[in-house]
Every structure is written in C-alpha cells, then in structure tokens.
C-alpha cells in the first residue's frame, strides 16, 4: 500500500481503503489492517486512521466483528441504494444532462410498464388505482398531485417485479423530481397527465403489455416536452 500525503489526512486514507478494495486487494468478509499497521503503512497518524475508517463504516464499506476486527462488509444492492446521497438535494444538472436523465427514465419505465401489465399483483392494482383517485382530486394542489404521480411511478417500478429496476427508477426520480415540479403548477398540464394515467391503469388492469408501453413512452415523451419547453 502506498504512502499518502501528508497534506491529505482522512481522506485520503478513506481513499487509499477503497482503492485496495476496487481493485481486489480486500474482498468481502476481508480483515483490513488495523490502525497501527494501516498508519504505518500509508505514513499517517493514528489519528486520521481512525477517521478515515470511521467514515467508511457510516457509509456501510466496513463493519466491525466481534474478535476479528474490521472487515469490508457484503452489501447488497438494496443496501447500495440505501447508502447514496439525496441527490435531489444537492446537484443542479445542466440542460443538456436533464434531457439524458429523462430518456434514461423513459428506457426503465418503458420496460417496468411492460412488466408490471404481467406481474402486478391485485393489491398493486389496487394501490394504483386508489393513487389515481387521489391524483384526479388534487389537479388544483399541484405539490399534493406531484407527490401521488411519484408513488404511482414507484408502484409501477415495484410492480415490474424486478427490485435492481425499481431502485433505479428511484433514483433517476429524485434527480428529476425538481424539474417537474415547474411543470405541475399548470393544471391543465395535471389534467394531461390524468389521462396518461388512466390510459396506462387500463392496460395494466387488462394485462395487455403492448399497450402499457406505448401508454407510458406517450406519457413520457409529453412530460418531456413540457419540462425541456420551460428549461429552453
């Protein structure tokens, strides 16, 4: 393992661990150095070994065992999503990189759309259902009906069957989230969208798959529309 800078401290070290893990060094269930071998080795004080190690725990990398020490955690992708940022919060995407986003959520819910007329179950079909009763009722709130078109998204993606598309579903939304919510202050773009809605409910209900894709790539290319018309 290479010494580090003496400049860069914690970081670096949080750095240097997940070099060694990237590239093969350290797998899963691994036993890492402990402080005193790791400071000696990147030529760091205890100190910023200890922070640096600390930080990698909180964000779910390693994990302290009982009588073993500290060992590079088996995670899940479930538990990958569960440690990303809020990005929604924190990132200001150029336009050019808001297009990109939204034809990379059309290929995943085109293809969740699709599944989800196979795979819902009557209870998903339900929830969906009493999602767009919900919407139809708050055409005139348009933060109230921009939260229930999310969920009905998210159930969609739930109803796909495939966990891996739902949490990327999920995480394409809440980069987008804050574009559309210009868009929903219309409310006849609301009543718009209502249609799409329904028309794709339908197809779900009916179990008919060609028509929930053709139904949600409409929707979406509509949306589209109207968010890149306020952006340009």
Known sequence: MDKVKKTSLSDAVTESVISQIREGRYRAGDRIPTERELAKQLGVGRTSVREGLTFLEKLGILEIRQG????????????????????????????????????????????????????ATEEQLEHLSKLLDGMAASLEKPRDYLDLD???????????????????????????????????????????????????????????????????????????????????
């Open 68 to 119: 073993t020490g500290m060992v590079v955690r088996s995670l899940s992708l479930e538990k990958v999503f569960e440690h990303l940022l809020p990005v929604q919060t924190i990132i200001e995407l150029p336009d050019k990189d808001v297009r990109n986003i939204m034809h990379v959520r059309r290929v995943l819910e085109a293809e969740s759309a699709r599944l989800a007329a196979q795979n």
């Open 150 to 232: 999310l969920e009905f998204h998210v159930v969609l993606a739930e109803a796909a069957g495939n966990p891996v598309l739902a949490q990327l579903t999920g995480l394409i939304r809440d980069i987008y989230t804050r574009y559309f919510e210009i868009v929903l202050e219309d409310p006849e773009m609301n009543r718009t969208s209502l249609q799409f809605h329904r028309q794709l409910y339908i197809a779900l209900r009916e179990r008919d798959s060609d028509a929930a894709h053709k139904h949600i790539i409409a929707h979406l290319i509509q949306a589209e529309k109207d968010v890149l018309k306020l952006l340009d």
